[in-house]
C-alpha cells in the first residue's frame, strides 16, 4: 500500500526533519477536515436532547478540547453541575453525543437497559468510539467477555456468582486468604539480626495490590508467586492497560491510522496493542503451564480456573474452555484493583480519623481472633491468632460498616458507560427515596420533564457513582465526611436523627453489576484485620489527594509507618 510505504518512510529517519512535519501537519488538517465532514453529516438528533441542557464547547468539535485536556471525569462533572435537580445534561464531541444521568432512578434504568438496547462497546464497526471498552478489546483480544449479549451473558454470569458471589465457595477460599494475608503482612517487615520491631513501608496501596495480585494467581493458578513473577509483570502490565483504556488519545490515534492512513483495518489492533497483546499472552501462559503442572499431582484440589472451564464445556484435564481463557486475560488488569483500593482508601481515613482506628481495633481483638487452647491469651503473639469466618463475616458490624463507606466516598470503578444501540425513551417522571432497614430520614426527589427524552442510537450515556455517592441531596450535609456509623442501624447524627442513606451503587447496578464483589470483599477485610492485628499502623500525612482516571485512585503514595503489637 503507497500509505503503508511513506509511513515507514517517514519514521525511518531517512526524511529530513522539516518535510516529516509538514506531511504529519498535512495528515492533521486531512484529520480535522474529515471531523468536520463527520460532524455536519451526522444526525444531531433535531437539537439534540430538548429540553436537556447542554454543555457547550467550541463549534465543530463540541466540548473535545476539555476532554483532552482535563479528561472524562471532568466533562461528567460539568454535565452533572448544568443539569442540576434535572438529573440531566450533554454535551457533543465532534459527531459524538455524550449525555450524563446522575439522578438514581434514570441511573438504574439505563443500567437495567438490555444489551441490545445500550452496550458497553455499541457498534464497534465504527472505527472511532469512545468508549473505552473500544480500546480494552483491541488489547486483551477480540474474543471478550465484555462483548457477549443474550443468553450467553446470563450463563456465564452464573457461573462466575457460584465461583466469586456465593457464601459456600468463597468459605472454602477463606484459609487461602487468610494464608496469604497472613504472609504478606508479616512480609511488610523483615526481621534482622536484631528482631526489626518497626519500620516504613513507602506505600501500602503497592503492598495490598501485591496480595491480591498473589490471591489471585493463587486462586486460579496454584501461583501464588503471581505478583513477583517478571518483576510484576501483571501489575506493570495491568497498570499500562488501565491508563490506555481512560486516555481519549488512543481512540484518536487509532482513527488516524485506520480511516486516514489505513494502515488498519477496523478492529486490528496498533504496533504497540499488539506488542502489548503479546506480552499479556505470555503471562497467562507461563500461569497456565503452572496450572498443568499442579494439575499433574494427582487428587489436587481443582483451582478455580479450571473450575470455571469445566463449568463452561471444557474437560477436568487438558486445555482450557474459551471462557476460562478470556476470564484469565481480564482478570490480569482487573482482578486485584478492588481490593487493594479499598484497603489503602480505608487505611488512609483511619489514619485521618485516630477514634475510628482505635474502635475498629477493638471490635478486631474481641471478636475476630480466637487463640489456640494451649496457648493463655494474654502470652499469644498475633501469629498465633487463627481467623474464624462465621466470626468475620458476621460478627464485625463496625468493619463491615467502614468498608462500605470507603465504597461510598472512593467506589473503585467511579463511572461507567453505556452505548445507545437503539433509541430508548427515558421515562417522564422519575424518583428516588434513599431508605435502610432503620427506617432513616428519606430524601424524596421527584423530577417532572414536559417533554420526553429520547436516547438516540449511537449516543454515548455516562454514570458517575462517585456524584450518586456524594451528592448532598441523598446524603446529607455531612455527605464527603468519613463516617462508618451512617451505616450503623442503632447510631445517630449530632441532630438526634438517623443519618440518611442515598444511593449505592459500588459494584454496580442490573445486568453487568460486579459478579466478584463479595470475594473482593473477603479479601480486603481479611487483610485489614490481618494488618491491624500485626501491627500499629501511622499513616504518613494526612492529605494524599484524589486522582480519577479509569479508577478512583490516591494521588500520591501512601507511607505508613509500622510497629509491632
Excluded at 433509541?423 to 420533564?449: F, V, Y
Excluded at 442510537?457 to 450518586?468: D, F, R
Amino acid at each position: 500500500m503507497i500509505i503503508t510505504s511513506i509511513y515507514n518512510l517517514l519514521t525511518s529517519g531517512t526524511v529530513p526533519v522539516v518535510i516529516a512535519k509538514l506531511f504529519l501537519g498535512l495528515i492533521i488538517l486531512s484529520f480535522l477536515t474529515t471531523l468536520v465532514k463527520v460532524s455536519s453529516r451526522s444526525t444531531r438528533h433535531g437539537g439534540v436532547l430538548p429540553g436537556v441542557p447542554e454543555l457547550r464547547g467550541v463549534p465543530i468539535l463540541g466540548a473535545l478540547p476539555m476532554y483532552l485536556r482535563k479528561g472524562i471525569p471532568h466533562v461528567i462533572g460539568r454535565m452533572i453541575e448544568i443539569g442540576g435537580d434535572g438529573g440531566i445534561a450533554y454535551a457533543n464531541v465532534v459527531s459524538s453525543v455524550l449525555v450524563s444521568v446522575h439522578e438514581p432512578a434514570l441511573v438504574k434504568e439505563v443500567l437495567g437497559f438490555p444489551d441490545e438496547i445500550a452496550s458497553r462497546e455499541g457498534d464497534t464497526s465504527t472505527c472511532m468510539s469512545w468508549s473505552p471498552f473500544w480500546t480494552l478489546r483491541r488489547m486483551i483480544g477480540n474474543l471478550s467477555l465484555f462483548n457477549y449479549v443474550g443468553p450467553e451473558t446470563r450463563h456465564q454470569r452464573s457461573v462466575f456468582i457460584r465461583e466469586f458471589n456465593s457464601t459456600k465457595s468463597n468459605r472454602e477460599k477463606f484459609p487461602t486468604i487468610a494464608r496469604l494475608a497472613e504472609q504478606h503482612c508479616a512480609s511488610l517487615l523483615v526481621p534482622s539480626a536484631t528482631q526489626l520491631k518497626s519500620g516504613m513501608v513507602a506505600d501500602i496501596r503497592l503492598a495490598a495490590d501485591n496480595f491480591a495480585i498473589s490471591l489471585w494467581g493463587d486462586v486460579l493458578y496454584a501461583n501464588p508467586s503471581n505478583h513477583v513473577d517478571d518483576n510484576g509483570k501483571v501489575r506493570t502490565l495491568s497498570n499500562t492497560i488501565m491508563q490506555l483504556a481512560g486516555d481519549p488519545w488512543p481512540a484518536i490515534w487509532y482513527y488516524l491510522q485506520q480511516a486516514i492512513l489505513g494502515l488498519l483495518s477496523p478492529g486490528e489492533p496498533t504496533k504497540s496493542e499488539s506488542l502489548l497483546r503479546r506480552d499479556i499472552e505470555s503471562v497467562i501462559g507461563k500461569n497456565i503451564s503452572r496450572l498443568m503442572q499442579w494439575e499433574s499431582v494427582p487428587n489436587r484440589e481443582m483451582k478455580t480456573l479450571r473450575s470455571l472451564s469445566v463449568q463452561t464445556g471444557g474437560s477436568p484435564t487438558g486445555p482450557l474452555s474459551k471462557f476460562a481463557t478470556e476470564f484469565a486475560n481480564l482478570n490480569l488488569f482487573g482482578g486485584h484493583h478492588s481490593i487493594g483500593l479499598n484497603v489503602v482508601w480505608a487505611i488512609i481515613e483511619l489514619g485521618r480519623h485516630p477514634d475510628k482506628m482505635r474502635r475498629l481495633v477493638e471490635e478486631i481483638d474481641a471478636v475476630t481472633m480466637s487463640a489456640p487452647q494451649d496457648l493463655d491469651k494474654q502470652d499469644a503473639e498475633p501469629e498465633d491468632w487463627t481467623l474464624d469466618w462465621t466470626k468475620v463475616t458476621n460478627e464485625m458490624p463496625y468493619l463491615d460498616a467502614v468498608l462500605t463507606e470507603v465504597n461510598r466516598l472512593y467506589p473503585t470503578v467511579h463511572a461507567t458507560l453505556r452505548v445507545m444501540n437503539k433509541d430508548a425513551i427515558l421515562k417522564e417522571t422519575s424518583s428516588h427515596a434513599g431508605k435502610n432497614p432503620g427506617k432513616r430520614e428519606e430524601l424524596p426527589t421527584t423530577i417532572l420533564r414536559t417533554e420526553r427524552v429520547i436516547l438516540r442510537k449511537g449516543m454515548i450515556v455516562y454514570m458517575s457513582y462517585w456524584h450518586l455517592h456524594t451528592a448532598r441531596k441523598y446524603w446529607g450535609e455531612d455527605t464527603k465526611e468519613f463516617i462508618p456509623e451512617r451505616f450503623l442501624a442503632d447510631e445517630q447524627g449530632d441532630s438526634g436523627k438517623k443519618r440518611p442513606i442515598g444511593p449505592l451503587m459500588s459494584f454496580g447496578y442490573g445486568p453487568r453489576s460486579c459478579v466478584g464483589y463479595k470475594f473482593a470483599s473477603i479479601a480486603a477485610k481479611v487483610y485489614i484485620i490481618t494488618l491491624l492485628r500485626m501491627y500499629k499502623v501511622g499513616v504518613q500525612g494526612t492529605e494524599h489527594g484524589m486522582k480519577l482516571g479509569t479508577l478512583l485512585e490516591p494521588g500520591n503514595p501512601v507511607a505508613v509507618a509500622l510497629t509491632r503489637r
